[in-house]
């Protein structure tokens, strides 16, 4: 599942003209790498995206499902407007203690809240002491799962909030409908809902963009939620 030399050296000069590095999101992937963490967090220009995406909507308020080593929480939470807040959401308790650690290095443990346990669990709690509105939302774990935790987000959501969810084309295998892969099928059933004016009752807008790059063929969802 090595990504072709071509998509690996473009994100490299990406990176290297767009995206420098620092001493927390650099110590964020060389700690997971350490302490052999799968190397499946946001490439360095997907980090980017996501930051530019949720600083273009001036976010005070951002929920990020699935944390690994906070590498992606790190980019997010820096772009948070000043005093807002990242509630980051992980089942691993290992991935979890470096998680936070990352998070000290960057600064950020005063921003960044990061609740253990696994989504499902966690995200009913969340809605339950009104843990919204968030402005901005990223979905990132288990991947078999990612149509519930869409709908817990939209229950967390406003009109104007952003939802995106990685990991849902997977080599193109979305299209195959024979699939028993539960992380395809995941991503085949969000696709499903996100068509059917009943699941989410007409109130988002969305669209998938196929990526390629260091992380070899994939793609993510963007959604927009609309008002009601
Ligand atoms: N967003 C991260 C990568 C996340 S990888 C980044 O880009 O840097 C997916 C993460 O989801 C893993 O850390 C995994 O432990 C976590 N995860 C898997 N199942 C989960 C669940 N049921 N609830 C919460 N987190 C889960
Ligand atoms: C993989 C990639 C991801 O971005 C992720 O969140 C989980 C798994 C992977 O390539 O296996
Ligand atoms: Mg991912």
Do not use: C
Not at 36 to 55: D, F, M, T
Not at 115 to 143: M, N, Q, S, V
Not at 159 to 171: A, E, Q, W
């Amino acid at each position: 599942m090595n990504p072709p030399e071509q998509w690996t050296a473009v994100d490299r000069y990406i990176s290297e003209h767009l995206v420098p590095g620092d001493p927390a999101l650099d110590g964020a992937v060389q700690a997971s790498a350490e302490a052999g963490l799968p190397p499946i967090a946001v490439s360095p220009a997907q980090g980017k995206l996501l930051h530019l995406l949720a600083r273009s909507i001036g976010a005070r308020s951002i929920l990020e499902i699935g944390t690994l080593g906070a590498y992606s929480t790190i980019w997010l939470a820096r772009a948070l407007a000043p005093g807002g807040r990242l509630v980051t959401l992980e089942a691993n308790l290992q991935y979890a203690e470096l998680a936070t650690a990352n998070i000290a290095r960057a600064g950020l443990s005063d921003t960044v809240e990061l609740r253990l346990g696994k989504a499902l669990d966690t995200l009913p709690e969340l809605a339950a002491e009104a843990g919204g509105p968030f402005d901005f939302t990223f979905i990132d774990a288990d991947k078999q799962n990612t149509p519930e935790y869409f709908t817990w987000v939209l229950e967390m959501s406003r009109p104007g909030s952003i939802i995106i969810t990685d990991n849902v084309i997977r080599d193109g295998a979305v299209i195959d409908d024979a699939t028993e892969d539960p992380v395809v099928q995941g991503g085949r059933r969000f696709h499903e809902m996100l068509a059917s004016e009943d699941a989410f009752g007409g109130r988002v807008s969305a669209t998938t963009i196929q990526t390629v790059g260091v992380k070899g063929y994939d793609g993510f969802t963007f959604a927009l939620v609309l008002p009601r």
